[in-house]
């Protein structure tokens, strides 16, 4: 996916939207894979739970409908289909904020955001601005990545999918949860999932060393 194609996704109307979800419709669809061979914690987590059995299937028909307008929703929703599974890890309630929020981006027509999302499941595509180990150009000491909307995720570990990541590449970040109990003023821990959309590669990770209230 050419840096490009973020304009473009602005010019055809496609928007992480932020607005309010909406609600399951009826009659309930079921899920837009074949259950009796599901695999992943993710697969399993849909398949057990009829809500996000529906919202999967609702889901699948958006994702064509808005295909059938902008072919480049398709390596959006490739990316997204990562993130939410690298950022839940088959927790129900975090799907269904995942979920949900999708759903509402592929049916929007509102302007593409490029901020840095504030609710759980929401995303944003922006950029990726910088590509780091954890001490910076210290190999080994672990990995950093920045996007150009502002949040940064740290790891201890090298994570390939951030070696594998350049500068400029198109990004897709999704709020995957947050610290509680945090001092006032004190917020960090905040985890993003984040999809490369060139090389596909995913990562979740805290936008900080320590959760709030630490070191």
């Not at 840095?116 to 910076?136: A, N, Q």
Request: with cysteine; glycine share 10%; charged share 20%.
């Amino acid at each position: 996916m050419r840096i490009g194609t973020i304009a473009a996704l602005t010019a055809t109307g496609l928007a992480l939207s932020l607005g309010a979800p909406p609600p399951v419709s009826a009659p309930a669809r079921a899920a837009s894979f074949n259950c009796a061979q599901a695999a992943s914690k993710t697969e399993r987590a849909i398949c057990g739970d009829a809500q996000l059995s529906a919202l999967d299937g609702q889901i699948g028909l958006a994702y064509q409908q808005r295909l059938a307008l902008a072919p480049a929703t398709r390596q959006v929703q490739r990316g997204w289909l990562r993130v939410r599974d690298a950022g839940c890890e088959g927790d129900r309630a975090c799907l269904r904020r995942f979920m949900t929020a999708q759903l509402a981006w592929l049916r929007s027509g509102n302007p593409l955001l490029s901020r840095t999302p504030t609710l759980v499941g929401t995303c944003e595509l922006t950029t990726i601005s910088k590509v780091d180990h954890r001490f910076e150009g210290e190999v080994g000491s672990g990995s950093y990545v920045e996007e150009a909307h502002g949040p940064g995720q740290v790891s201890y570990d090298e994570i390939p999918s951030i070696t594998a990541s350049r500068r400029g590449d198109p990004v897709l970040v999704c709020l995957a949860a947050l610290p509680e109990d945090c001092p006032p003023g004190d917020d960090r821990g905040k985890v993003y999932a984040a999809a490369n959309l060139r090389t596909l590669g995913v990562w979740a990770l805290a936008d900080s060393e320590h959760l709030c209230g630490g070191a």
